[in-house]
């Protein structure tokens, strides 16, 4: 994950929760999870007691598309936008943004 110079982690977490409104995790959107990340999705989900859709994947990881689960969003966000398994959250959710994005206001300034 970039983030701008000076950002620390618990900072970027709230932005992207309350400034933000969590955009990266809703909309038509896919997360493409390893086979390990799917397995432990599941395992989220059973616990959580959340409906998840998952498409598998020929590389036997799955896919996880937003508009398959209520809201368009993902199934891990909860109500206050915050993600439910953010401590082990997918590869994909950690790296995400890779470098100074437009709109994104853990990363850039620019609107
Ligand atoms: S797993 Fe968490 S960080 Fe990743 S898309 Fe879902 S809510 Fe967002
Ligand atoms: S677009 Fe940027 S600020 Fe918004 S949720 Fe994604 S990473 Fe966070």
């Not at 994947?57 to 508009?67: E, I, K, N, Q």
């Amino acid at each position: 994950m970039y983030r701008k110079p000076g950002l620390d982690v618990i900072e970027a977490q709230r932005l992207c929760r309350d400034v933000c409104g969590a955009l990266c995790c809703q909309g038509p959107q896919v997360l493409v999870l390893s086979a390990d990340e799917a397995i432990a999705m599941r395992a989220h989900a059973s616990r959580l007691e959340i409906e998840l859709v998952l498409h598998a994947r020929d590389d036997g990881g799955a896919s996880l598309r937003f508009p398959d689960h209520e809201g368009d969003r993902c199934p891990m966000l909860d109500t206050r936008d915050a993600c439910r398994i953010y401590d082990t959250r997918p590869t994909r959710c950690r790296a995400f943004p890779e470098g100074p994005r437009p709109g994104c206001v853990i990363s850039s300034d620019e609107p």
